[in-house]
């Protein structure tokens, strides 16, 4: 007999993906077969980066690793978690103040879904200070984003945000 595959999401906005994102991810390898890392389609957020430019972004830092696939998906994340057969949904905690939202969140999945879990995980606390805001804003200000940021999201942030060439 045959064990089904385990299939997790971890959804997020990752604009743009950066190691505390990429810990997360790799801390998935041992508890799962499948990984899709989900981007969220929200009209409602101004994004640096387009949806299909964040997805690019993932799938070309993933390389062919075959445990994990990205893309893009819109509506309710229990909806699109079914719809892939999988259920786990990873969500990453990075201090205390993500809990009480975070923690939320997994109950009204699971009132809409009981049948899907939310797994919380924490990045290396290297990272746990790390969000997709912060980075932004440390590189529009001219800081230094090394070790924070895997290099194709370095030369996307200097390309959007730094189009005259002015280096870091």
Not at 97 to 121: C, G, H, W
């Amino acid at each position: 007999m045959t064990s089904a595959r385990r299939i997790a999401v971890y959804p997020g906005s990752f604009d743009p993906v950066h190691e505390g994102h990429l810990d997360i991810m790799r801390r998935c390898k041992p508890l799962f077969d499948e990984v899709v890392v989900a981007v969220l389609e929200n009209e409602e957020k101004a994004a640096l980066f387009s949806v299909e430019e964040r997805v690019e972004m993932i799938s070309e830092i993933l390389g062919d690793d075959p445990i994990f696939t990205a893309r893009s998906f819109s509506g309710l994340l229990v909806d699109y978690v079914e719809s892939l057969g999988a259920r786990a949904i990873i969500r990453g905690l990075r201090a205390v103040s993500d809990f009480e939202y975070e923690f939320q969140m997994a109950l009204m999945n699971r009132r809409l879904d009981p049948n899907i879990e939310t797994v919380f995980l924490t990045p290396r606390e290297e990272y746990s200070f790390v969000s997709s805001r912060l980075v932004k804003e440390v590189f529009r200000l001219g800081g230094d984003l090394t070790g924070l940021v895997p290099q194709p999201v370095l030369d996307r942030l200097q390309e959007r945000l730094r189009p005259n060439g002015a280096k870091v």
